[in-house]
């Protein structure tokens, strides 16, 4: 008994892209190419008509973005996997994507290959992404981690005065003329906060100062 090929489309306003993709499909028995268009509101119109196994969608788009056009697909076509292709490897383009249902994540500079690989993956029930897709989120959620540690941290209330003073911009000269204390007693304070905190300089602790206030404040 031989298996049905996988229905495709492609929403993209890239008229190479399109081409490309669907000379790229004919090569793999597992797909068959059906239909394309040139922006998110006839690629909505396309994919209800012919009800495609899988949706490449572009992000970057003109009129109806690509986000807004996968959050209208999830609602009219239920059926068909929607994966995003595109050039954009912005991790909160990512994140939102996938938190808005995409069945993958692929980048149009990965070797062809490995795009019918990930299809084949979406094919077999699993998320699809670019190595460096992969590698993004990886460093994300170290990242999240790191700050997560971060804000368990419990600081001295001289380590905090200090804090706050170096997210003001303060020298260690003037730090001490604020908190009237020696110059020596803020270095050792502020190496204590970099090793506390794990960062490399205080640059970064006055990024993650403020940015902490702001969130207390919201």
Known sequence: MTTQPHTLMIIDDHPMMRRGVADL????????????ASNGSDGIELAIKLEPDFILLD????????????KQLKITCQDSHIVILTVSDNEEDIVEALRHGADGYLLKDMEPEDMLSQLRR??????????KVS??????????????????????????????????????????????IVESTVKVHVKHLLQK??????????????????????
């Open 122 to 131: 979406v094919a077999d029930g699993h998320l699809a992404l670019s190595s």
């Open 59 to 70: 992000l970057n788009m003109t009129g109806l973005s690509g986000l807004q056009t996968l």
């Open 25 to 36: 499909i004919a090569m793999e028995p597992l797909f068959k190419f059906i239909g394309e």
């Open 135 to 180: 590698e993004l989120m990886a460093k994300g959620l170290q990242q999240d981690n790191i700050r997560q540690q971060r804000n368990r941290i419990e600081l001295t209330r001289r380590e905090q005065q200090v804090l706050e003073q170096i997210a003001r911009g303060l020298s260690n000269k003037l730090i001490a003329r604020e908190l009237d």
């Open 197 to 218: 905190l794990n960062f490399s300089s205080r640059t970064e602790a006055a990024i993650w100062a403020t940015e902490r206030q702001k969130d207390k404040v919201k």
